[in-house]
């Protein structure tokens, strides 16, 4: 595994349960619905991209959201949200397969599986019309890449700096997260985005992540080249379709 000797604890703890995880022994097959495609409707239609996250909890907010995740996902969808992203990552953010399951049953958006996968074995959990990626903690990108795209996932590669960008577009990534978060401190800076986007080749589709809170945040990335924007803690607390909207309209 990937340069992980100086992550936050946090995080430390959700990769040592990911790899306690048991893994399936069946192979999943999908028919997505395109995330990428998604993104490009939303703004075509004038809509700000937004992928709004079903995240009951976690290791940086307080407290448990104990709506039902299927009325939340509707209520984003209501509220603009081009796609949906799902946490199924149980121990930490009390997700679950069986929450992506239904929610991706109930609309009609893409929706996004979004957990800490290690292993290929790991993508067969669930089907999901794309899933998570992230560059730091996995040796064999390039075939985490190729195995998600073999069973008809779309790939979000996940990155945090430059050289993680460049090895994402190596890796044959053209769907590329870049996280505000840093996973040492856990602190969020939007210059993050600001400062990877312009070295990201111009066929690729990026998604800014993490920190974006308010209209201005969101057209503060849109304006450093973002394509779509992942939003969890600034939907889910409060009045969710009010919050998606917001976005959406910034």
Request: charged share 30%.
């Amino acid at each position: 595994m990937n340069a992980t000797d100086d992550i936050a604890p946090a995080v430390r703890s959700i990769l040592d349960a990911a790899k306690r995880r048991g893994t399936p022994t069946g192979r999943i097959s999908v028919e997505p619905r395109s995330l990428v495609d998604g993104l490009a409707a939303a703004d075509a239609d004038g809509r700000t991209p937004v992928i709004a996250e079903v995240k009951p909890t976690s290791p940086t907010t307080d407290g448990m959201r104990e709506d039902d995740p299927v009325d939340l996902a509707r209520e984003m969808v209501a509220g603009g949200a081009a796609a949906i992203s799902v946490l199924t990552e149980p121990e930490h953010f009390g997700g679950s397969v069986e929450t992506l399951e239904r929610v991706r049953e109930a609309v009609d958006v893409p929706v996004l599986r979004k957990d800490f996968l290690l292993e290929e074995a790991h993508l067969d959990a669930v089907e999901a019309d794309a899933v998570l990626l992230i560059v730091r903690f996995l040796d064999d990108l390039e075939g985490m890449v190729a195995a998600a795209r073999e069973r008809g996932f779309e790939p979000l590669v996940e990155v945090h700096t430059v050289d993680e960008l460049e090895r994402a577009v190596e890796a044959g990534a053209t769907l590329i997260g870049v996280n505000n978060r840093d996973l040492t401190s856990l602190t969020v800076d939007l210059g993050t985005f600001e400062a990877v986007a312009p070295h990201a080749p111009d066929d690729v589709t990026l998604v800014a992540e993490s920190g974006i809170s308010t209209p201005a945040d969101a057209r503060r990335m849109r304006d450093a080249g973002a394509d779509g924007l992942l939003v969890g803690s600034a939907i889910m607390d409060g009045a969710v379709r009010e919050n998606t909207e917001r976005l959406v309209n910034a």
